[in-house]
């Protein structure tokens, strides 16, 4: 997320909450989105020994690999994350998305002092667990609630206390933390809009986060155990690693048509080369969360003789946003679900024999953010996620 990553629910509810407190003359303020404040810290439930994924994972063996490649299991320690906690300008509620449990988090936080989020009132966490920290978003997270592991269905034969949960592990679990918009600061600001975007189209009667981020499998869910109904746990999306050496899985949202190019022209036509890239699979825009995300389309044209690149054109789809001095959204052209956009290339041509080359990457930053993030030459970037070539000749 940017340096500025700016923070909107609360952008309200913060400035509600320091105006009461200010009325009533109490110096600390309420909070009033989950997100303000941690998990409360769990206990281990009945038959197992930590809350850590790891030891979900000693039976749970699938589940534990899938979540692993994760971006779930990024969410700590994440180097760009590291990087944007440690500026002052990241109140404290930051983590409470990316380590939402108490138990991973070493301080609890009990009130505000004068309502100010940069002055959180702390407490050392007695139950504080540093290993449950390093694994950011993990089973626990979204499992353990009150002594229990949840699930939608329970089959009695599970080692530790289950409890059966139908409104907890829904997508609701999912905008939670997928949907935020709050101006924290004048330069901080917070917009995540992959919940509302999701509501507001067409996917929202037929498919929901699950459905698309944690496919359905039916196996057994431990060694030995009878195939039953599952999901599987990679919650898949961009693709484009936190580290070099993880490979996420990738979804594809964009799809490419090339019913716009001919095989072969006339001399003395000047050649239009164009294709439509639609966002057809998707259930929100393309891209969706982070604001810094952005995709770039690279057409290019080559002479298939000797590799003479003849017209290159790149096409942004993303947000541009100004963060100083206050933070603003100037332009967004990202892809609605169903949305389609055209881009062409056009060159006058000699007879010959030419390449036509599409090329698209999905950017999470720019090389410039790293750099001055200070992440290192080998944090990634981005990942090329299609490519196309059509030859045709011009005669
Ligand atoms: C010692 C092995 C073991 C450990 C450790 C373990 N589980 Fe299980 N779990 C099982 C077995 C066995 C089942 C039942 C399998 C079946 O009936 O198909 C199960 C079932 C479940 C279910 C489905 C609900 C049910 O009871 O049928 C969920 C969800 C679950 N476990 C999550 C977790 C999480 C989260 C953790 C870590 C906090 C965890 N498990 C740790 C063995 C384990
Ligand atoms: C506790 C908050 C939280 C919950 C609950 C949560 N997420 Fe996430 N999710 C995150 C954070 C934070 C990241 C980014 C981690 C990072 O980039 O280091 C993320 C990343 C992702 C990504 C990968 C984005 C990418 O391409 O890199 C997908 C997909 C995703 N979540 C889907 C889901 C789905 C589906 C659910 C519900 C089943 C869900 N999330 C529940 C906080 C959450
Ligand atoms: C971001 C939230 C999230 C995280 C993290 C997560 N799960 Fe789940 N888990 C879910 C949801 C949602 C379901 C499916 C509920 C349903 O059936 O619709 C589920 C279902 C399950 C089930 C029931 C069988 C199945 O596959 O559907 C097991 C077992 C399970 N999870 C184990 C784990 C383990 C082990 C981990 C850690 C390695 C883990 N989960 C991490 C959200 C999560
Ligand atoms: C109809 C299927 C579908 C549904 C429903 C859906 N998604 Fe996605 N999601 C995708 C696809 C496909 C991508 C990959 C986009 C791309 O990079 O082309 C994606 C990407 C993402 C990303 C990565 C962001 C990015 O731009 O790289 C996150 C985070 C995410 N989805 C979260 C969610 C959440 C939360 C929900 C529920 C509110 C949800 N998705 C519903 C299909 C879906
Ligand atoms: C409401 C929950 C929430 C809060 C609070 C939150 N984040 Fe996140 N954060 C997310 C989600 C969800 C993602 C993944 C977004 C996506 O992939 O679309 C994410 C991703 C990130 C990333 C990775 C961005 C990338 O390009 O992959 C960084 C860095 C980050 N957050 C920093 C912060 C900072 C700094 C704060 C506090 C100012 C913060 N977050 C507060 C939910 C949250």
Known sequence: MSRNFILIIIGLAVVIAIAIASIFGLDTATFNNHWEQAIPNQEIPEGLTSLSSKECGSCHKDHYDEWNTSTHSMAWKDLQFQAEIAKESSPYMCINCHIPLANQQEYLITGLEDGDIYKPIKEKNPLFDSELQQEGINCASCHVRNGAVLSVTVSNRAPHKSVQDKTHLTEQLCIACHNAVAVVTPELVCTFETGDEWMAGPFAE??????????????????????????????????????????????????????????????????????????????????????????????????????????????????????????????????????????????????????????????????????????????????????????????
């Open 206 to 395: 037929t498919k929901n986060c699950k459905t698309c981020h944690m496919p359905s499998i039916d196996r057994p869910i431990a060694e030995e155990y009878p195939v039953r109904k599952s999901r599987m746990h990679y919650f898949m999306g961009s693709g484009i690693p936190k580290l070099d050496s993880l490979k996420p899985e990738r979804l594809d949202g964009l799809h490419y048509e090339f019913a716009g190019i001919k095989r072969s022209y006339k001399a003395t036509d000047s050649v239009v080369l164009k294709t439509e890239v639609i966002n057809k699979f998707a259930g929100h825009k393309v891209p969706t969360g982070d604001p810094e995300r952005f995709i770039i389309t690279k057409l290019s044209v080559f002479n298939t003789a000797n590799g003479e690149l003849i017209a290159v054109d790149s096409f942004r789809i993303g947000e541009h946003w100004e963060w100083y001095p206050v933070a603003k959204k100037i332009a967004d052209n990202n892809l609605n679900p169903g949305e389609s956009r055209f881009y062409q290339i056009a060159a006058l041509l000699p007879v010959g024999y030419y390449n036509f080359e599409l090329k698209a990457y999905k950017y999470r930053t720019t090389a410039a953010h790293i750099k001055y993030n200070k992440l290192g030459d080998s944090y990634p970037s981005h990942i090329q996620f299609y490519e196309k070539t059509i030859p045709f000749k011009v005669e």
